[in-house]
């Protein structure tokens, strides 16, 4: 059973510019979140739309290009 592994798929836009650091170890440290929106029918048959927040953190080389290439309202999957 070691080989099954929790897997999620977000698209989204980021919802703040990446927050990015570099720690006292070198690491290199970027955040961010991220929404996800559902647009559904209800049983009334009217539109509703759902929007969820995520805090995203990525390290390492991952980090560096989120800061070089994304913004505040940049659409992404992850």
Same mark, same amino acid.
């Given at each position: 059973m070691s #080989? !099954?592994?929790?897997?999620? *798929?977000?698209? &989204?836009? !980021?919802g703040i510019?990446? =927050?990015? *650091?570099? %720690? =006292? #170890? &070198?690491? =290199?440290?970027?955040r961010f979140r991220l929404a996800t929106t559902v647009n559904y029918r209800d049983k009334n048959n009217e539109w509703q739309s759902n929007t969820q927040w995520h805090n995203i953190v990525c390290w &390492?080389? %991952? #980090? @560096?290009?989120? @800061?070089?290439? !994304?913004h505040k309202g940049s659409y992404i999957a992850l």
């Open positions: #080989s !099954l592994r929790n897997n999620v *798929k977000l698209i &989204g836009h !980021l510019d990446p =927050e990015y *650091k570099r %720690l =006292e #170890s &070198g690491r =290199e440290v970027i &390492g080389a %991952l #980090s @560096q290009r989120i @800061q070089n290439n !994304l």
